[in-house]
């Protein structure tokens, strides 16, 4: 059974930073490529990033280009996702999703996700 | 960005009752059109891809076509767990999508 747990999400201060991370178990990970969804509260969800499986291609929304950094680690099964320079509207949801199949677009597991709280 | 508009915001029915929701894409998205339902307090869960394939496990009731703009997803008889909001997204290009239909009991 696939298994995606989102951790590092809390209340930060706009301009701060927050690391998440997303254990993966029950498929092979590092034949899958990923992407982090965000859902602010009461709204829709918003597609912020996605990496390849090797971990070599990266891509972002404009919403967070520049802003945020997504990486993983094959070898512990793990996806990232950095988030500097925090914004009130970057607060969500953030859910780690994993790829359908190669260059599929859409995701058949989805995390519980982790709530990141921008705030002063 | 292809932009996803879902009607009806809301719909009220009753258990046994048809579903049909609709999504229209602001450019043509051939048929690279997925659904998904979520719960409240829970992820969503993938119900079709490419328009109209159903994923594992999702059962018979849940249909879905269209291609181009303009897709539908029909639940044919409502059963008590069907009653949540269902999202559409494009994989046409970098995903986006829709605004959601809640599906309330009537």
Do not use: H
């Amino acid at each position: 059974e696939v298994q995606l747990l989102e951790s590092g999400g809390g209340l930060e201060q706009p301009g701060g930073s927050l690391r998440l991370s997303c254990a993966a178990s029950g498929f092979s990970f590092s034949g899958y490529a990923m992407s982090w969804v965000r859902q602010a509260p009461g709204k829709g969800l918003e597609w912020v990033s996605a990496i390849s499986s090797s971990g070599g291609d990266t891509f972002y929304a404009d919403s967070v280009k520049g802003r945020f950094t997504v990486s993983r680690d094959n070898s512990k099964n793990t996806l990232f996702l950095q988030m500097d320079s925090l914004r009130a509207e970057d607060t969500a949801v953030y859910y780690c999703a994993k790829y359908f199949a190669s260059g599929s677009k859409f995701f058949d597991s989805w995390g519980q996700g982790t709530l990141v709280a921008v705030s002063s | 960005e292809i932009v996803l508009t879902q009607s009806p915001a809301t719909l009220s029915l009753s258990p046994g009752e048809r579903a049909t929701l609709s999504c229209r894409a602001s450019q043509s998205v051939s048929t690279y059109l997925v659904w998904y339902q979520q719960k409240p307090g829970q992820a969503p869960r993938l119900l079709m891809y490419d328009a109209s394939n159903r994923a594992t496990g999702i059962p018979a009731r849940f249909s879905g076509s269209g291609s181009g703009t303009d897709f539908t997803l029909t639940i044919s008889s409502l059963e008590p767990e069907d009653f949540a909001v269902y999202y559409c997204q494009q994989r046409s290009n970098w995903p986006t999508f829709g605004g959601g239909t809640k599906v309330e009991i009537k």
